[in-house]
């Protein structure tokens, strides 16, 4: 509400020099500062706005200014030329009488456009006739005038609220009153209602919730309150106040209630509403219930009196009762999931936290089977690099990211076909990657697979000359350690880059390869914050030669790694015990090296001079 | 010649005068036709009157909605649409007054009993129509405020969310268009609760919740109807089944209090240091996400309905309303520990727990809760 310009010129509608009125904000006869009227979310006129507004608004009205103070306020706040403020405000007079003859009907088929006093006539005629339509309490000054009839303003609050007005009394839970919007949330009418004990339409296992709630004797509990300063709890340790009684102590709870089950209209129900296992098919939905304590007197009640010594008064509790909005628990855009669809959120570095129960059908797994073990125990070797990869996009970006076709290793052995998308999840405070939410998709038909298998045996073959296979044991859940690394190695690489923006020395972390790190085998993330970089892998597995464990198979694979491996010949190999393995630091950097795809590592020249650690 | 030249300024003049008195005359009857108090009709500059008389139109076109679009019929319309359920027609003025004095008192305890007050936007963010209540929570009143636009009025960084929440799709309008979000809008509120200048107007967090709604007609209108409610900054605690807990601005848990045992199978000291990320459905993430950065930004939130683990398995659906705690330093009036920023939260369980023996996180595996 700021001034065209700067000035803080009073209101003079009786002025019969100025020209235009300085814009003031209505009901004040002061000089005020307006705010050019926003068009289309404007946002070239934000800079003005601002300057206008950290002008004085004056809002009182007993207060009352001379013109010398008026011209003295508009001399100290001249920025602009005064044309430029005038004409400010001619324009935003001409904008607001084109949005007003948009708005009358009798204004619209006109082609030219019409002159201001014409549509402020139109203007006259198009009220008188919209106010022929309403009751003649409107204008009856003698009642408190409103922009609004009251009945349509109800009907608003109702409609934007998806609510209804609820009275119940405290005693018996006895309702009293309901609102007509009722039979369109709960789909019972206001007769059914009406006199019916609340408990008879409340959740049976809210009812206790709801009877708290209701309790209005002396005898109930402590209340409780939070100091939003402070944050500290305040406990009332004596009987409530006499003020928690009376009217205007306010209710605020959530319970469920009944809804008769209308066929067919509701087929986008939220799985919030829950069917009662009882004989009885009703569903419930939940709601919102807020309101206060009220007394009646009991003179106006015909047989609902107290008959209570203590009091001669009713209470009730008058609540309006929202629905929940059902789009906030509604899987999000994110994270649509369909059927033969499941969810799994994994720690960083792979390792499931938690599982969907329709895994179960997918992968023939219970989750608590999974549950604790790394993802990449389950993939098909072929795909280890392919996700791997993915799994370094995934936790670097924001986007989600989709992986190709993949097998999955179910309980039986079998493998199934699943496509994800993975998308990390950071924190909003710490910025750091939590955990990764995992979207997987079976993906079904023999044909695609054995493609796969065609694809990723070939690929294989090309990849081969530059980086060997990782060796798998074919058999036993849980064992595969060295896949179960890569996920660590993974999300240890992560860490260090939060390490290193966090400028913690990360440079003296230790090779690899040099005395065995006391850690297990399956560290996770937060507890193996030393182990070394990717560069420092690469750099120094070309100079290790010695020690730290075996693992023949990646030994073996080294050393066919210019000749022409199949995936077959590692079947065959001799795979050391897990106790040999003697460093879980050797084996990720090994395995780091595979996976590697830089240019300098894909040399099949650079192969000959390593020497793995095994 | 200067002779000739100053009769023709002054009729000019004259005449310039007289069409200003004939527009204040259109402007003066326009403003007696608005349902104004006298007081303030008095003090209504031209355009107010003419953005009051926008809003008066629209919010008429607004209720008209589908069924009538002749001025006309709107009578008859008006009262067909306002009287459902089937219940008869007041013919007389005497009845109408009644009705209307019924429905003002029933409105009224609506808008008590909201602590709120109602807003109906346009697609352009105008605020065709607010209720009379609005001066209780931003210290400006309905005719100042009716027919200007939210962007004038709400914090910068919340405009691109409101500005997505104003636009809607035929596909949304068929599902019902349902609105719910945070917002920060100027309150020129003292802490007494007088009004003071809007320079001095401080930032209060709303939460807007409502509902888009398209009213086909010769103008028509679509627009959202949203109640605005500020989020209370205390809470009064007086059921078993909601808990606070107090987090760092990370989300997790740094205090919580006993009844979440009852509630969750936690302890509260098992809780300590843990995210609540990892204590609630995956699919939910996004929802405690949009929570979480409503606080950061905006201070306080509530967080709709999402479903919590329960130790040992299943789990609850709840609800939390939160608020960013400023950091308070022990001073001579508050002695004590510093106490940094942190959050609390008021969660309120909504369900029983779902699913007992399911076992969805790792978390659950490993304790077993007897119950």
Redo the contacts between chains.
């Keep these: 509400m700021s001034a065209g310009g700067n000035d803080g010129t009073a209101t003079r509608p009786a002025d019969p020099t100025a020209e235009e009125e300085g814009p003031s904000q209505a009901g004040s006869s002061l000089p005020a500062v307006e705010l050019p009227r926003k068009r289309k979310g404007d946002v070239e006129e934000r800079s003005d706005t601002h300057v206008q507004q950290s002008l004085d608004f004056q809002m009182d009205d007993d207060l009352s200014r001379s013109e010398g103070e008026d011209q003295q306020v508009k001399m100290k706040c001249f920025r602009e030329p005064h044309s430029q403020i005038e004409k400010r405000r001619r324009d935003k007079m001409n904008n607001l009488i084109d949005e007003l003859a948009a708005m009358i009907p009798a204004c619209q088929p006109m082609a030219r456009k019409l002159d201001k006093l014409t549509v402020l006539r139109k203007a006259v005629q198009h009220l008188k006739t919209l106010k022929a339509g309403t009751s003649s309490a409107f204008t009856d000054t003698t009642y408190k005038p409103s922009i609004l009839p009251h009945d349509d303003l109800r009907q608003l609050l109702l409609r934007a609220a998806d609510g209804f007005l609820l009275v119940v009394s405290c005693d018996r839970a006895k309702i009293l009153f309901t609102s007509e919007s009722v039979s369109k949330i709960l789909h019972f009418s206001r007769l059914e209602l009406t006199g019916q004990s609340l408990f008879d339409f409340v959740h049976h296992k809210d009812i206790n919730k709801v009877k708290e709630q209701l309790a209005s004797s002396e005898l109930y509990p402590r209340q409780r309150l939070i100091d939003a300063a402070t944050g500290v709890q305040v406990q009332a340790d004596s009987p409530v106040r006499p003020s928690h009684l009376t009217t205007g102590a306010r209710r605020s709870f959530f319970c469920r209630m009944k809804h008769s089950r209308v066929a067919g209209k509701h087929e986008d129900k939220p799985s919030l509403l829950i069917t009662s296992k009882k004989k009885d098919t009703y569903k419930y939905c939940t709601l919102h219930c807020t309101g206060y304590m009220r007394s009646w007197p009991s003179s106006q009640l015909d047989s609902e009196g107290d008959t209570e010594k203590e009091t001669s008064n009713l209470t009730c509790l008058v609540t309006v009762c929202r629905l929940l909005p059902h789009t906030s628990h509604q899987p999000s855009k994110d994270v649509n999931v369909k059927p033969a669809e499941f969810v799994t959120r994994c720690a960083i570095d792979g390792k499931f936290t938690f599982v969907d129960q329709r895994a179960t059908t997918v992968i023939g797994y219970l989750p608590q089977e999974i549950l604790g073990t790394s993802c990449y125990e389950y993939f098909h070797q072929d795909d280890l690099q392919q996700l791997a990869e993915k799994h370094r996009q995934a936790l670097r970006s924001k986007e989600k990211i989709e992986t190709q076709c993949y097998k999955f290793k179910t309980k039986y052995g079998v493998y199934v076909s699943l496509q994800s998308q993975w998308f990390s999840f950071t924190n909003p405070w710490t910025k750091e990657v939590e955990f990764i939410v995992s979207l997987n998709r079976v993906i079904s038909g023999p044909a695609h697979t054995k493609d796969e298998e065609a694809g990723s045996s070939k690929a294989l073959q090309e990849d081969a000359k530059q980086i060997p296979i990782i060796p798998s044991l074919s058999s036993g859940v849980g064992t595969m350690i060295y896949a179960g690394s890569i996920g660590t190695q993974i999300a240890n690489e992560l860490i260090d880059t939060y390490s290193r923006m966090n400028s913690s020395p990360s440079s003296g972390a230790p090779s690899p390869f040099g005395p065995a790190q006391e850690k297990g085998p399956l560290v996770s993330p937060p507890t193996s914050r030393s182990a070394s970089s990717r560069e420092e892998a690469a750099g120094s597995s070309s100079q290790s030669h010695s020690d730290s464990g075996t693992a023949a198979g990646a030994s073996s694979a080294a050393s066919e790694s210019t000749g022409e491996p199949s995936q077959l010949d590692f079947d065959s190999m001799v795979v050391p015990g897990l106790s040999s393995f003697s460093s879980d630091e050797a084996a990720m950097a090994v395995i780091m090296s595979l996976l590697e795809t830089d240019v300098n590592m894909g040399q099949s020249g650079d192969f000959g001079d390593l020497h793995w650690p095994f | 010649m200067t002779a000739d030249k100053e009769k023709r300024r002054a009729i000019s003049r004259e005449a310039a005068?007289r069409?200003?008195?004939?527009?204040?005359d259109?402007?003066g009857?326009?403003s007696r036709?608005?349902?104004?108090?006298?007081s303030?009709r008095a003090?209504?500059?031209?355009?107010?009157v003419?953005?009051?008389?926008?809003?008066?139109?629209?919010?008429?076109?607004l209720?008209k909605g589908r069924t009538g679009t002749k001025?006309?019929v709107?009578?008859a319309?008006?009262y067909a649409?306002?009287k459902?359920?089937g219940e008869d027609r007041p013919e007389c003025?005497e009845e109408?007054?009644t009705?209307?004095?019924e429905?003002?008192d029933?409105?009224n305890?609506?808008?008590?009993?909201?602590?709120g007050f109602?807003m109906?936007l346009s697609t352009?963010?105008d605020m065709i129509?607010l209720?009379?209540n609005v001066s209780k929570y931003m210290?400006?009143?309905?005719?100042?405020l009716?027919g200007?636009?939210i962007?004038?009025f709400t914090h910068?960084c919340d405009?691109e969310e409101i500005?997505s929440n104003l636009r809607l799709t035929a596909e949304e309008v068929w599902?019902g268009a349902?609105?719910?979000f945070v917002m920060r809008i100027k309150s020129?509120l003292t802490h007494r609760g007088r009004?003071?200048?809007?320079?001095s107007a401080t930032w209060k967090v709303l939460h807007c919740?409502?509902?888009a709604?398209v009213c086909v007609g010769?103008?028509s209108v679509s627009c959202l109807?949203?109640?605005c409610q500020p989020l209370p900054?205390?809470?009064?605690?007086?059921?078993?089944?909601t808990f606070?807990s107090?987090h760092s601005?990370?989300?997790r848990f740094t205090h919580c209090?006993q009844r979440v045992t009852a509630l969750l199978g936690y302890g509260p000291e098992e809780l300590l240091g843990r995210?609540i990320?990892?204590l609630c459905?995956?699919?939910?993430?996004?929802?405690l996400?949009k929570n979480?950065?409503n606080l950061?930004l905006k201070t306080q939130s509530v967080?709709?309905?999402?479903r919590m683990l329960v130790k040992g398995g299943g789990y609850v659906?709840v609800?939390s309303h939160s608020?960013v705690?400023p950091s308070?330093r022990p001073s001579k009036s508050?002695p004590g520990a510093h106490?940094p920023l942190?959050i609390?939260c008021?969660t309120?369980v909504?369900?029983?727990v779902?699913?007992p023996s399911?076992?969805?996180?790792?978390?659950?595996?490993v304790h077993r809760y007897l119950r």
């Excluded at chain 2, 003090?43 to 107010?48: A, C, E, I, M, V």
């Excluded at chain 2, 009004?195 to 320079?199: P, R, T, Y």
């Excluded at chain 2, 459905?281 to 929802?287: A, E, G, I, K, R």
């Design positions: 005068r069409r200003r008195r004939v527009e204040s259109v402007f009857d326009l036709l608005l349902p104004l108090q006298p303030v003090h209504l500059d031209k355009p107010s003419i953005r009051l008389t926008l809003s008066y139109i629209r919010t008429h076109t209720l001025t006309e709107s009578h319309v008006k649409e306002v459902e359920g003025d109408k007054e009705e209307e004095v429905a003002s029933e409105s305890m609506y808008l008590r009993i909201l602590e109602l109906v352009e963010g129509f209720s009379d210290g400006l009143t309905q005719t100042e009716m200007h636009n962007f004038e910068p405009h500005r599902r349902k609105r719910d020129a009004s003071a200048n809007l320079k919740q409502g509902r709604k010769p103008s109807l949203l109640t900054l205390s809470h009064t605690l007086l059921s078993t089944h606070t107090q601005m990370d989300m209090d995210s990320y990892d459905h995956t699919l939910d993430t996004s929802c996400t979480h950065l950061c967080s709709g309905q999402y659906w609800e608020a705690i308070v508050r106490q942190c609390l008021v309120y909504l369900s029983g779902e699913q399911l076992q969805l996180s790792l978390d659950q595996t």
